[in-house]
Every structure is written in C-alpha cells, then in structure tokens.
C-alpha cells in the first residue's frame, strides 16, 4: 500500500499527485425542497421569509433510510448519503401554481452509499424527498406563518411517501 502525504495546499498537492486526474464516484441530484405552497404541517412561509432561509439547507446532509430496495420515511436510523455543498446558490424556480420553490444540488456517492443509489433507475430517478427544519413561529388563523426557519437536513423519502411540501422531490442527474 502506497501511503501519499503532502503538506502543500491542496491545489498544488492536486497537481503533483497521481490522483490529479481521479474523479470522484458521485452522481448528483437536484433537490426541490421545500416552497411557499400548502404543507401538512399548515405553515405558511412567505416570499420574503423563504428567500432569507432557504440558502440554510447549503451545507447539511441528505439522509434516507433504505430497505427493501426503497427509502422508507424519516426514521431514527437515517444515514448519510449525501451532502449539499455551500459552493453553491439556491436556484429558484415557479411551480404552475405559481408558488415559489427551492432547489439546491446534492452530491452522492457512489462508493458509501450504493444501496442509497441503487433506489434510482433509468426509469425512475425521483424520489420525494422532507426538509428538517427549526422554525420560529407565530399563529394564524389556519396553522403558524413562518417568521423564519433552519433547514438540518433532507430525507429521501420511499417511492409511494407524500412529501409535507407538495412537489419536493430529488432528481438524479446521471
């Protein structure tokens, strides 16, 4: 086994390195993760609040549980099988309702989490997918309106689970 330490930055170890031109066994998923539409929870989150917030969901894990060939739900035993980089910016688009929705790109891998992609075919390559957020609150006459929020994660969720956010689901990019 061959054992490569460098103490150079990183840009130059990856030039002096054989690994210069290794690419990672990632497959990327574009996540639409939550939006200003209806959801289960009857939290309503307006325009100005979203825009604030969404950019939370950068840096956390994309989670599932997976058994029986599929993502389950939010379970207490998720694993990590991806990650949303911070070098990026939340995409925003409109739904045909006209709401506004979040998208944000997740890197996977290949290599830790197979099973995770495994889930995923030429056929099918959607999954809904549920924000864990933190949210400041205030009541309304229908639910609580969002004063702001957190995102901690995004669970993949099984084939035949309703997201809360209509319309949040995980598209694999091959």
Same mark, same amino acid.
């Given at each position: 086994?061959?054992?490569?330490?460098?103490?150079?930055?990183?840009?130059?170890?990856?030039?002096?390195?054989?690994?210069?031109?290794?690419?990672?066994?990632?497959?990327?998923?574009?996540?639409?993760?939550?939006?200003?539409?209806?959801?289960?929870?009857?939290?309503?989150?307006?325009?100005?609040?979203?825009?604030?917030?969404?950019?939370?969901?950068?840096?956390?894990?994309?989670?599932?549980?997976?058994?029986?060939? *599929?993502?389950?739900?939010? %379970?207490?035993?998720?694993? &990590?099988? !991806?990650?949303?980089?911070?070098?990026?910016? @939340? $995409?925003?688009?409109?739904?045909?309702?006209?709401?506004?929705?979040?998208?944000?790109?997740?890197?996977?891998?290949?290599?830790?989490?197979?099973?995770?992609?495994?889930?995923?075919?030429?056929?099918?390559?959607?999954?809904?997918?549920?924000?864990?957020?933190?949210?400041?609150?205030?009541?309304? *006459?229908?639910?609580?309106? %969002?004063?702001?929020?957190? &995102?901690? !994660?995004?669970?993949?969720?099984?084939?035949? @689970? $309703?997201?809360?956010?209509?319309?949040?689901?995980?598209?694999?990019?091959?």
């Amino acid at each position: 086994m061959v054992l490569l330490l460098s103490v150079a930055p990183y840009s130059e170890a990856a030039e002096t390195t054989p690994f210069k031109n290794h690419v990672l066994p990632c497959i990327v998923g574009a996540v639409d993760f939550l939006g200003t539409n209806a959801n289960t929870h009857k939290i309503d989150i307006s325009e100005e609040v979203f825009k604030q917030c969404a950019s939370t969901v950068l840096g956390k894990f994309l989670v599932a549980k997976v058994a029986y060939g *599929d993502a389950s739900g939010h %379970a207490a035993d998720e694993v &990590i099988v !991806g990650y949303f980089p911070r070098e990026q910016e @939340v $995409r925003y688009i409109r739904n045909r309702q006209g709401f506004l929705r979040g998208v944000a790109d997740a890197v996977i891998s290949k290599q830790y989490a197979s099973d995770f992609c495994n889930i995923f075919t030429q056929a099918n390559n959607t999954r809904s997918v549920s924000v864990e957020m933190g949210v400041e609150e205030e009541p309304n *006459d229908n639910g609580t309106t %969002a004063k702001r929020f957190n &995102i901690m !994660g995004v669970t993949v969720l099984g084939m035949f @689970v $309703r997201p809360s956010s209509p319309g949040s689901t995980i598209n694999i990019k091959r």
